[in-house]
């Protein structure tokens, strides 16, 4: 413990020292002797100076009771200690700034639903199936459904939009149904060793779409075979930590959605490439984790579970050290501090609208 210390300490630190020397103090002295709890008492009361007579009061005889304490004073000693900034060299402080109470709320919704669901790892892609239950699922395919038919029936024009949109409409349901078990993706747009490959897509999809027209059939041929190309699933290599797994799935839907609706553009019209851009671009390929993750999001911060700005919270927990990172995951930083969040109780699910 004196080790932790300043040479000067701002309080007296001489009672919790004597209560270790002499040992009198269980509680106390088995919180200091594992690194979790020397951590805690560095982070609560030695480097924000805070009188550290409750170490030595009626705490330090239970060492559950003490290390809950510390637990529970953790996420504002450490929002304190540390004010946001955009200096990028400043790793181990967070870029906005957030309510004590707020952030517990947040921390505590999400190590419960992992606990509910028995893991300990916070895949953001995961998210969807964590909080939608399998017919709020359906149901949301449905939905999707239902637009994605209407949209595309609209764009096919009055007399062949019903046929047309019902088809594309059931297509697109089953095509959303993946969304909820989708792993991330990315763009890979190098063409260095990958240019037969390239030939080779284009060829194909060529091939398939000029039987439906030369015009139509060239541009989506050409839309198709460029994605099919370029969207690769995301790896350690190419994606190594959440933020970027999530903007590389990101950037592929967004390369999706582009891609298709100029080629819906040159072969229908501004209008028709808007409406079939967008809707071929959520729905066509294999990685969609980034919209379920969005509309997840979406659904639990206007519940008030989570803030609008998920991906930026986590990040800034991460620079806090509440959570550390496992490749591409969230883990919170010590199996204790999950536990001792996801028992946490509220009497209320809203306790702010999270920014």
């Known amino acids: 413990m004196r080790t932790c210390l300043p040479p000067r300490p701002h309080r007296d630190w001489t009672p919790v020292l004597e209560a ?19 951590w805690l008492i560095r982070t609560v009361y030695i480097t924000p100076a805070t009188d550290p007579a409750p170490l030595t009061g009626p ?55 992992l606990t509910a669901h028995d893991t300990r790892d916070l895949a953001w ?15 949301i395919t449905r939905l999707f459904g239902l637009v994605f038919g209407l949209a595309f029936g609209l764009a096919a024009g009055i007399a062949a939009g ?22 991330p993706g990315y ?47 995301a790896t350690t290599t190419t994606a190594t930590t959440p933020q970027s797994t999530w903007n590389a799935d990101r950037t592929l839907t967004l390369l999706r959605t582009t891609t298709f609706g100029l080629a819906a553009g040159i072969a229908g019209g501004l209008a028709v ?14 990685h969609h984790a980034w919209l379920a993750g ?12 989570v803030p609008r700005r998920l991906m930026a919270f986590l990040d800034d927990a991460h620079r806090l050290g509440l959570l550390r990172t496992v490749g591409p995951v969230y883990q919170f930083r010590h199996a204790d501090l999950h536990d001792h969040l996801a028992a946490l109780h509220f009497e209320t699910d809203e306790p702010g609208r999270g920014r």
Do not use: C
């Not at 019903?162 to 088809?167: H, R, S």
């Not at 060529?206 to 994605?227: C, D, K, Q, S």
């Not at 808007?274 to 809707?279: E, L, N, P, T």
């Open 20 to 38: 270790l020397e002499n040992a009198d103090r269980p509680g106390l002295a088995e919180v200091a002797s594992t690194a979790l709890g020397l």
């Open 59 to 113: 705490l330090s005889d239970d060492p559950g009771r003490l290390r809950a304490h510390l637990l529970d004073h953790l996420i504002p000693s450490v929002i304190h200690a540390r004010p946001p900034t955009r200096d990028p060299a400043e790793h181990f402080r967070p870029r906005h700034a957030w309510d004590p109470d707020q952030t517990r709320h947040y921390l505590a919704y999400l190590a419960r639903r």
């Open 125 to 139: 892609w995961h998210l969807a199936n964590l909080t939608f239950t399998p017919a709020q699922q359906r149901r």
């Open 162 to 183: 019903l046929a047309f949109g019902l088809t594309a409409g059931i297509a697109a349901g089953f095509a959303v149904e993946q969304w909820f078990n989708g792993t």
């Open 187 to 233: 763009a890979d747009l190098r063409l260095r060793g990958r240019t037969k490959r390239l030939i080779k897509h284009l060829a194909a999809e060529l091939a398939f779409g000029i039987a439906f027209g030369i015009a139509v059939g060239i541009a989506f041929g050409i839309a198709v075979g460029l994605i099919r190309w370029a969207e690769q699933p």
């Open 273 to 286: 490439g808007v409406v079939v851009g967008v809707a071929a671009g959520v729905v066509l390929g294999n």
């Open 294 to 305: 969005g509309i997840t999001v979406r659904r639990l911060a206007r519940a008030g579970h």
